[in-house]
């Protein structure tokens, strides 16, 4: 079955970076347009970025552009998040997801497959 298995999360001192990884399994992972969402406690899922499968086209959350980047190594099936400069209010718990329906409309959450999410914490 797919699993897709988040890592890298942590306590960090705002101002400081985190690399997020997601490793996936089970499915033909360059076909799939990956994404990562977030949620911090009372709040809504948030769209933080997303990278297609045809073409790495990558999309960006308003919250986060210019500070985050999606990278991808379809040789390893694992998909990254490098988080800089981050501040108080990027804590949240980050998801993975995966979908392979089609290469548009990423910043909305219908992906198919989910990662469990790792926490991350960014102290001021």
């Known amino acids: 079955q797919v699993q897709l298995v988040e890592s890298g999360g942590g306590l960090v001192p705002a101002g400081g970076s985190l690399r997020l990884s997601c490793a996936a399994s089970?499915?033909?992972?360059?076909?799939?347009?990956m994404g990562w969402f977030r949620q911090a406690p009372g709040k809504e899922r948030e769209f933080v970025a997303a990278?297609?499968?045809?073409?790495?086209?990558?999309y960006y959350g308003d919250s986060v552009k210019g500070r985050l980047t999606i990278p991808r190594d379809n040789a390893k099936n694992t998909v990254y998040l490098q988080m800089n400069s981050l501040k108080p209010e990027d804590t949240a718990v980050y998801y993975c997801?995966?979908?392979?329906?089609?290469?548009?409309?990423?910043?909305?959450?219908?992906?198919?497959?989910w990662g469990q999410g790792t926490q991350v914490t960014v102290s001021s």
């Open positions: 997801a995966a979908r392979g329906d089609t290469d548009y409309g990423l910043t909305n959450p219908r992906y198919g497959y």
């Open positions: 089970g499915l033909s992972f360059s076909m799939y347009s």
């Open positions: 990278i297609s499968w045809s073409d790495r086209r990558t």
